[in-house]
Each structure stands twice: as structure tokens, then as C-alpha cells.
């Protein structure tokens, strides 16, 4: 929970209320509507059905059935055929073995319930990822932005006094057509900057559910490994998805057992009870009397099924889930190169970047300096105007460049935690300011004592909720940035 905590104290939400502009907050919404993660939720508890499913295949089964039958021409040798017949039969059947294939066909629904609970840890994770991400991304437009709106206005001011110098004779027409260039340059970035910062903020919406508002800077993030070799043992261990294929590859071999026990002999109880009714029309034979019009019979036995051939169906299937079965160990190993691959990059991007900002942060200092120093020997003639231009850009270049590996830092941070299985719901403290968690196994168990075959839940209803009512964005910066 030491994640939780930074979060809290980093949003100043110990204690208080919760503010919408705020990294806690956005995350908090996309738990509870974004439509990905609400279908990820919907699937597991369709898988959760499969379990029930492989149950119900080891329970007794009954069935009634009625016939009415409507003899549309009798027989010529017949002199007792009826006009008409009703029937009616229930029959039960109890499973006393079946080769281990319900046994097998539940330890397999079992376990992919297991993968499916993992995948969505998985879904889970990989949104709060995009969600931070998303957040930085408006962080970081909405700075550059700024920064670009300022060079605009520095260079505006910078023209109007080469237009100023010009016109006394103290600077050249060249001079001027500089500074009126880069002025033109400068109104591209910024119109560049807002479009980008437009597209943030609608991928923010997309992922998030409403738009952002005044988006505070994000908290400190705990929990960062030392060294890549502990974030690869701890993403080894807690990777959800690794955890969920090495899940899909266990019930994989289950499959393999179900499939083989199709060979085995299947025993099998049962029970029947028949009735039938000629509605009066049984004839009957001359001087025996009259006819009995209904009938009813019940027996009761074990049936004994043995396979003998089945034209190599048996053997094809059983190798055939083989097959799948490798399929899913090959996956596991490229699920776990797929991790580690993540967990060094994004450490490696962590690293980076955290250097980058010690440098950039050098670069920017001295860019400003230098600025100041070439408008301070342009006025006793050392330096050009176009010294002066160079000087500006080249501090708009360090900005942009701190603010961007600011950005990346943090979300290669988050990243690597995600990889290590540390940046979900439960890690980020959510409910800690009362929002529910979803819990996967409160479906799961709600569906056990469920055998009525008439039951059902309601109408399904979308959770997540639309962003076509929130105002297209625009390249306005919120107040405070």
C-alpha cells in the first residue's frame, strides 16, 4: 500500500475530498467506466459460466417428452388399430463414470478462470498505464504550448523592435526578414503545439471518461526497483500476464485428458416411466371385450457404454489438444520474453530519462544565460540579431526537451511497475476514498448453488459511459498551468 499512500499524500486527497484534476482521479474514473476494462469484466464472468457448464455434465439430467399421433389410415389386417394415441414418458439419467472427462473438463474450466482473473489484472494494468500516460501527454502539451506561446511572444516583441532599429538606421533590412522569419516559425510551433495538445486531450477523454480539467502535477512514484535484475524477479513472479499463460497452459492439459477419456467405457444409471392413452379409439378382438385405452410402464437400470471404433476420431482430438497444449508452453515462453523485454526497457527509458532531466535541466540554465548574455553584447554591438534568434531557440529547444523527458520519466516509471504487477487497483488504493473494487469472485460464487435451469440475470446494461456529450477540446491552456 505504499503506493497508495504516495498517491494520497502527492494529490493532497489524505483526508479530504476528491478532485477531479488530479492522476487518483483519473484513474478512478477509468476503473469505473471505461468500456474495455467493463467488457474484460463481462468476459470473466463468462468464463466463469464454463465451470458450471463442465459441472452440469456430471449431474443427473431429466427430460419429459409427449407424443400425440394421429393415425391418418389403418392397416387392412388390423382389426384393433386405433384412430388416435397420446403419450407421454420422463426419463433420468445419472452419470457413474465417464473416463474422467467431467473430472478433467472442470480442472480445466477451473483453471482458465484463474487465466481469466489474471487477464483482467492484465487489462486492468495496461489502462492505468495508458491512463498515466495519457495525463503526462496533457501535462506535457499543455507546457509546450505555453512554452511556444511565450517564444511567440518574445519574437513578436523582438520583430517590432528590429522594425524600430530599422527605421532609425541601426539595423539592415536582413536583419529584419530574420526576425520576421522566425516569428512566422514560431507561429507554426504554436499552432503544431495546439493541435497536439488537442489530440491529448481527446485520447485523454477516450480513456478516461471526461475531460481534463487543470490537471495537477502527478505524485512521486514508490516502490521503483534498484536494479533491473530485482524488477525482472519481481515481473516474473507477479506479471499477470505471464501468470495468466501459464494458467492457459495447464488447462490445456486437462484438455488433453478430456479428449483421451473419450476412448474409456461410460457407465450411467437410469430410469424412464411411460404412459399412453388411445383416447378410445383401441379396437378390440371380437368376443374378448373391450379394450384397455391406456397403458403405463416404468423401468429402471445401469447402461454400460463401451467405444470400440470410431474411425480415428478419438486419437485425432487427443492429438490435436496436444498440439494446443504446445501451443500454450510456447506462449508462456514468449509471454515471458514479452516481460522481460518490457521490464528492461522501461527501465532503461527510466534511467534515461531521469539523466536526461539532470542534463536538460544544465542545458536550460544555461541557455537562459546565454540569452541574456547575447542581448546584453548585441547592444554594444558584439552580437547580431541573428545571435539573438539563435539564443532564443535554442532555450525553447532545452524547455521543450525537459519538459518531454519530465513526461517520459514518469510514465516509464509507471510502466515498469505495471510489468512488475504492482500498478493496479488494490496497489493504487483506490478504495481507500470508498470506491468499490471489483472483485471476480463475488460473480463466481454467486453462480455455485445455481441449478434451476430456468434461471437467469437481467437484461444486460452497458456500464461505461459515452463521451459524445463532452465539448470537442481546443488548445486553451487551463488555468494555473
Known amino acids: 500500500?505504499?503506493?497508495?499512500?504516495?498517491?494520497?499524500?502527492?494529490?493532497?486527497?489524505?483526508?479530504?475530498?476528491?478532485?477531479?484534476?488530479?492522476?487518483?482521479?483519473?484513474?478512478?474514473?477509468?476503473?469505473?467506466?471505461?468500456?474495455?476494462?467493463?467488457?474484460?469484466?463481462?468476459?470473466?464472468?463468462?468464463?466463469?459460466?464454463?465451470?458450471?457448464?463442465?459441472?452440469?455434465?456430471?449431474?443427473?439430467?431429466?427430460?419429459?417428452?409427449?407424443?400425440?399421433?394421429?393415425?391418418?389410415?389403418?392397416?387392412?389386417?388390423?382389426?384393433?388399430?386405433?384412430?388416435?394415441?397420446?403419450?407421454?414418458?420422463?426419463?433420468?439419467?445419472?452419470?457413474?463414470?465417464?473416463?474422467?472427462?467431467?473430472?478433467?473438463?472442470?480442472?480445466?474450466?477451473?483453471?482458465?478462470?484463474?487465466?481469466?482473473?489474471?487477464?483482467?489484472?492484465?487489462?486492468?494494468?495496461?489502462?492505468?498505464?495508458?491512463?498515466?500516460?495519457?495525463?503526462?501527454?496533457?501535462?506535457?502539451?499543455?507546457?509546450?504550448?505555453?512554452?511556444?506561446r511565450s517564444n511567440l511572444n518574445v519574437l513578436e516583441v523582438n520583430l517590432q523592435a528590429t522594425n524600430d532599429r530599422f527605421?532609425?538606421?541601426?539595423?539592415?533590412?536582413?536583419?529584419?526578414?530574420?526576425?520576421?522569419?522566425?516569428?512566422?516559425?514560431?507561429?507554426?510551433?504554436?499552432?503544431?503545439?495546439?493541435?497536439?495538445?488537442?489530440?491529448?486531450r481527446e485520447n485523454y477523454i477516450q480513456l478516461v471518461g471526461m475531460a481534463p480539467d487543470n490537471l495537477q502535477p502527478p505524485p512521486p512514484l514508490p516502490g521503483l526497483p534498484s536494479s533491473v535484475e530485482e524488477a525482472e524477479d519481481v515481473a516474473l513472479e507477479n506479471n499477470p500476464d505471464l501468470i495468466a499463460a501459464k494458467e492457459r497452459a495447464v488447462a490445456a492439459g486437462f484438455d488433453v485428458e478430456?479428449?483421451?477419456?473419450?476412448?474409456?467405457?461410460?457407465?450411467?444409471?437410469?430410469?424412464?416411466?411411460?404412459?399412453?392413452?388411445?383416447?378410445?379409439?383401441?379396437?378390440?378382438?371380437?368376443?374378448?371385450?373391450?379394450?384397455?385405452?391406456?397403458?403405463?410402464s416404468a423401468q429402471a437400470g445401469v447402461r454400460l457404454s463401451v467405444p470400440i471404433f470410431n474411425g480415428g476420431r478419438v486419437s485425432a482430438s487427443q492429438r490435436q489438444s496436444q498440439q494446443t497444449e504446445l501451443a500454450a508452453m510456447e506462449n508462456v515462453i514468449a509471454t515471458e520474453r514479452l516481460v522481460v523485454a518490457q521490464v528492461r526497457g522501461a527501465y532503461a527509458s527510466w534511467q534515461a530519462s531521469r539523466a536526461i532531466i539532470e542534463s536538460t535541466q544544465a542545458a536550460v540554465a544555461a541557455a537562459e544565460l546565454s540569452l541574456e548574455g547575447v542581448r546584453a553584447e548585441n547592444t554594444v554591438g558584439n552580437r547580431t540579431i541573428l545571435n539573438i534568434l539563435d539564443a532564443q531557440?535554442?532555450?525553447?529547444?532545452?524547455?521543450?526537451?525537459?519538459?518531454?523527458?519530465?513526461?517520459?520519466?514518469?510514465?516509464?516509471?509507471?510502466?515498469?511497475?505495471?510489468?512488475?504487477?504492482?500498478?493496479?487497483?488494490?496497489?493504487l488504493g483506490l478504495a481507500e476514498e470508498g470506491l468499490p473494487l471489483y472483485d471476480p469472485v463475488v460473480n463466481f460464487e454467486r453462480d455455485r448453488p445455481i441449478f434451476f435451469d430456468w434461471g437467469a440475470d437481467p437484461e444486460p446494461v452497458a456500464q461505461a459511459t459515452r463521451t459524445v456529450d463532452i465539448p470537442a477540446q481546443d488548445g486553451a491552456i487551463s488555468a494555473g498551468q
Open 1 to 148: 500500500m505504499a503506493l497508495a499512500a504516495v498517491l494520497l499524500a502527492g494529490t493532497g486527497l489524505a483526508g479530504t475530498a476528491a478532485r477531479a484534476d488530479t492522476l487518483r482521479e483519473a484513474l478512478a474514473s477509468a476503473y469505473q467506466t471505461n468500456p474495455t476494462l467493463q467488457a474484460a469484466r463481462a468476459n470473466l464472468r463468462a468464463t466463469d459460466e464454463t465451470v458450471y457448464i463442465q459441472q452440469a455434465s456430471g449431474l443427473p439430467s431429466s427430460n419429459l417428452s409427449s407424443t400425440y399421433t394421429e393415425y391418418l389410415k389403418q392397416s387392412s389386417a388390423s382389426f384393433i388399430s386405433p384412430e388416435r394415441q397420446i403419450s407421454a414418458s420422463v426419463d433420468l439419467a445419472v452419470p457413474l463414470y465417464s473416463g474422467g472427462a467431467v473430472r478433467n473438463g472442470v480442472a480445466a474450466a477451473e483453471t482458465r478462470v484463474a487465466a481469466g482473473r489474471a487477464s483482467l489484472r492484465g487489462t486492468e494494468s495496461q489502462l492505468f498505464s495508458q491512463v498515466t500516460a495519457a495525463y503526462m501527454d496533457v501535462i506535457q502539451n499543455e507546457a509546450i504550448v505555453g512554452l511556444t
Open 167 to 200: 527605421e532609425i538606421g541601426d539595423l539592415t533590412r536582413t536583419d529584419v526578414a530574420q526576425s520576421a522569419s522566425r516569428r512566422a516559425i514560431a507561429l507554426s510551433d504554436v499552432q503544431t503545439a495546439e493541435a497536439n495538445l488537442i489530440r491529448a
Open 258 to 296: 478430456v479428449a483421451g477419456a473419450a476412448r474409456l467405457p461410460r457407465v450411467e444409471g437410469f430410469a424412464n416411466s411411460g404412459y399412453q392413452n388411445y383416447l378410445g379409439t383401441l379396437g378390440s378382438v371380437p368376443g374378448t371385450g373391450a379394450a384397455n385405452q391406456s397403458s403405463s
Open 393 to 427: 531557440q535554442e532555450l525553447l529547444r532545452a524547455q521543450v526537451q525537459l519538459v518531454t523527458a519530465r513526461r517520459n520519466e514518469y510514465v516509464a516509471g509507471f510502466t515498469l511497475l505495471a510489468a512488475m504487477g504492482r500498478a493496479e487497483a488494490r496497489d
